[in-house]
């Protein structure tokens, strides 16, 4: 009894039970909805297994960045509707950022009118559900827009409608991707001479010779030329047409897109503005008296002190933000934009049936998402932590 | 810790164990109700009023199925299931019996786990468009920009249909009805499509209904039907044969008023329907007077339609295909006995 | 450009010069100046004109709404679906006597300790621990002689309230688990607390009710039927238990060192000194980031409606499948977000209060 006692005393015994108990609860947990998963589907006779990613779907979706039609096939599908997400969130990341940090700092300028609508523009979209936001904006975006031969039109080059605002579009022929990796690589080396001449700069206290520069840039700009001339890179601007019910041609953004673009970036805009403000407001009033005493404009004490001392504070909340924004973009359900969500969580899965295998793959993907947001904002975060000196 | 570990099995394996599904039929009768999986409102086949009865197609059939079993239409209880959580509700028998305007294909036949027990409409997909756009047919519809409701056979529809025809559309597809509507309204759409009596239910909902034209083509067939779960056939017996009752009570002229006339009859058809002689509400393990019972609480399916979808409702969809074969049609009981 | 730095007080200007200064002092003042009056010269006197000078007030259908404004008919006419869905009428007052226990409840719980004569504390934790149970008594039926109304009658704002409350008591004990889970030394627990965590705050809520609405019945054994409700309920709180971890985790970490170290040395076991010293220091340190947590879900409950349960959001919905009112769902949203708003904009005050406030606690 009494050594019983002692071995259940001892923690390193009692450390390695409690590990045991918690993995065979998670082991048995795990046991049993499979078992009765599997016994559900085989007994009633309910298809299972990824066989159906390679069947063809039969159906269309609105919109798509890569090639899908009914003749795809649901990895097709997913690859699309995965496409529309990543699209819808990358463009209101950028919107949202741009918003968030200009209302932050109109918010704490001393205009007083200004600053008020900043602060009333906060808590309003912060405090209403997003999905509210989300109706809101499309029914209120394609109330008042005309029916397409009604379009209100500028310069007969761009028209807006119930159906979206339809852009010219270039379309190029000739070896585009030669050309393309041409005009990134050109990119690449223009970023890394300039950080090196900055280099340079910092160690020797003057600027390279402008001699320098031209040795690199000319080359490079006549490589270039050459590259193009090779490539007989041709534009051809696809223009938007009205035919029969609707436009044809050109590029198209649609009201689902719009409405939830607009939803999202002002919702998480609000948000990133007042990591803004604390950020902004976490900084030593001294810094920004030392700035002013050495002549800067208040331009530049914006852009020099104020700016890159807040990042530090305000990158792990934006990083959270960008995350919820990915997230959200899960509300297009609601509204009929083809995103995972709606496509691969919604059509496909009523058409196959197969609910464990969609879920698992639609869940799995945001977690893919928002493991890499969470890396990325991690090694920018290490970047503006390693030049504090 | 030994103990502790074995006595987790051992609980474990007491989850573990197969529990087998009780008979449906039994459950049901047990329970004194029959739980019937509907839509969340769609005129004419299920839709709550204010105060929260059900009416309408779909609902006659559950409240024939409760008469048939438990002797009383009132004792269905009604679950509101969306598109996307109607299959799942009846495969883990949260319903009994999934009467949704759904349609009867091979595909959720076999792989979804359920059996369809008959076709209470025979109905077929359409198109609405505006009156403005002056359009006569189908085939017209090149470029157009398409409504429709997302998980249903209607997307499949339509990609066959216009590929078939060579011509180009664009989807806009929602998880909701009430949202197709008021999108298809708003002018996001040039075309709302849907099974023939949906549209002409969706169009009452308009702000302007008549400025909405339902076009004549049908391109495709959409059999509505009520199913239940696969492997109980008792019960699956019960629901194909009840709405197989309807059908012959409309061929023997056995309505809602007139039933109890009959009660003296030398017809040996009408005394097997009446339970009088015969043994088929023995065989089913229903009352004998079970079909009797159906026709009093709902009506053959003549006034089911009738009251529901047909001349005496606000929808108003000629009978078509769903007349009696004598009439025309293609509705034709299986002989009851 | 403004910076949010005004320090030019050095000397004092009257009130007139310094609005002057305000609104015109550079260039950027005045365009922003000019910018936000005509902003709300455009959207203030439109917006007054619609929901209070045209608008509609009394009536009893859609057909009282004739003049060009709002038709607040809408709300008089559908106050009792907005509100509580379509639970019964007759048994209505179930619910008013279970949300009046709750204010007093709550009232109780936040004045206490002001009060001269502080109520007896036996007596608060048994009515607190006590409530959940009458609440869910009173709301379902099937004690004390009440009529059982089933969950699929419950709706509007009620249902709204319901999810968010049961999934925010519910998370904070799984939380607070996952949080000591997640700081433990134990190798295997913190990985299954990373895991769990990570897993559920990085998908999105609604895959969360997909996942409660097609697939928990799949995991379920044959025949076993779990209310659609709780089900959704069940999904909800192990989405906010995830978050709830990382909050109640912000707590601990800002707990010193010392803390830890004094209770070890003072012959406290984990459990004593997690109970009797570090957790409450650490959760009055994270009600702030509670009541936000509560906030968020309170908003995000609104998602219900995609799968179908009508919430206060998914009401305004089912108004629109009718088609006398479907017009006027405009001003369902704005009541609804209006009173989503109240909701969320006075909690928020609250624990900006709770945050500035120092704790005295010890």
Known sequence: ?389 | MRTITASFLFSASLLLMPTAFASTLDTVKDRGSVKCGVTNGLTGFSNPDKQGNWEGMDVDVCRAIAAAVLGDASKVTYVPTSSKTRFTALQTGEIDILSRVTTWTLSRDSKLGLNFAGVNLYDGQGFMVRKDLGIKSAKELNGASICMNTGTSTETNIADFFSANNLNYKTVLFEKSSEVASAYDLGRCDVYTSDKSGLAAQRLKMQKPDDHIILEETISKEPLGPAVRHGDDEWFDVVKWSLMALIEAEELAITQSNIDTFKNTKNPRIARFLGTSGENGKNLKLAPEWSANIIKAVGNYGEIYARNVGEKSQLKIPRGLNKLWSDGGILYAIPLH | MTTPFNNNSRYKKSRYQQWYEALFGSKINSVLTIASLYFLYVTIPPMLNWAIFEANWLGSNASDCNSSGACWVYISVWWQQLLFGQYPSEELWRLVLCSGLFIILLTALILHKRLRAPLPKRLLLISTLLYPFIAFALMYGGFFGLAIVETRFWGGLFLTLVIAVVGITTSFPLGLLLALGRQSTLKIVRLFCIGFIELWRGVPLITVLFMASVMFPLFMPQGVNVDSLLRVLVGVSLFAAAYMAEIIRGGLQAIPKGQYEAAKATGLSYWQAMFMIILPQAITLVIPGIVSAFISLIKETTLVYIIGMFDFLGIVQFTASNSEWIRYTKEGYIFVGLVFWVICYSLSRYSRTLEQKPSNQH
């Open chain 1, 1 to 389: 009894m009494k050594s019983l006692l002692s071995i259940l005393n001892n923690t390193r015994i009692r450390s390695i039970g409690y590990q045991v108990i918690t993995l065979s609860l998670v082991v048995l947990f795990f046991a049993f909805i499979i078992n009765n998963a599997s016994s559900n589907l085989v007994e009633q006779g309910i298809a299972s297994g990824f066989d159906f990613l390679n069947s063809t779907t039969g159906f269309d979706i609105a919109s798509s960045l890569i090639h899908y039609d009914s003749s795809s096939t649901y990895l097709r599908l997913f690859n699309a509707a995965l496409l529309n997400t990543l699209l819808v969130s990358f463009i209101s990341i950028i919107f949202a950022t741009i918003i968030g940090f200009s209302v932050g700092i109109i918010r704490l300028s001393n205009h007083p009118i200004a600053s008020r609508i900043a602060a009333a523009y906060v808590e309003t979209l912060r405090n209403i559900p997003l999905l509210l936001q989300v109706f809101f904006w499309y029914f209120a975006v394609l109330q008042p827009l005309p029916s397409p031969r009604a379009s209100i039109d500028f310069f007969n080059l761009v028209f807006l409608n119930n159906r979206g605002l339809h852009l010219p579009s270039p379309e190029l022929s000739g070896h585009v991707g030669l050309f393309f990796s041409v005009v990134i690589i050109s990119a690449l080396l223009l970023l890394y001479w300039y950080k090196q001449s900055k280099k340079y700069r910092i160690s020797k206290g003057r600027n390279r010779n402008k001699s320098w520069w031209y040795w690199r840039v000319i080359p490079l700009l006549a490589v270039s030329l050459a590259i193009y001339n090779a490539a007989n890179i041709g534009v051809n601007w696809s223009l938007p047409e009205l035919t029969g019910f609707n436009f044809e041609g050109g590029g198209v953004i649609t009201p689902e897109f719009f409405a939830l673009f607009i939803a999202l970036s002002t919702y998480t805009g609000a948000y990133i503005a007042e990591n803004v403000r604390s950020g902004i407001q976490s900084i030593d009033k001294g810094q920004v008296e030392a700035a002013r005493a050495i002549g800067l404009s208040p331009f530049n004490i914006m852009r020099f002190i104020i700016i890159p001392n807040a990042m530090r504070v305000i990158i792990p909340p934006l990083t959270n933000q960008y995350l919820t924004l990915t997230k959200n973009s899960s509300l297009a359900a609601a509204i009929a934009y083809p995103d995972i969500v709606l496509v691969f969580a919604g059509t496909a899965l009523n058409q196959t049936g197969q609910a464990v295998e969609i879920l698992l793959m639609v869940m799995l993907v945001y977690l893919f998402i928002s493991l890499v947001i969470a890396l990325l904002m991690n090694i920018y975060n290490k970047h503006f932590l390693l030049i504090e000196r």
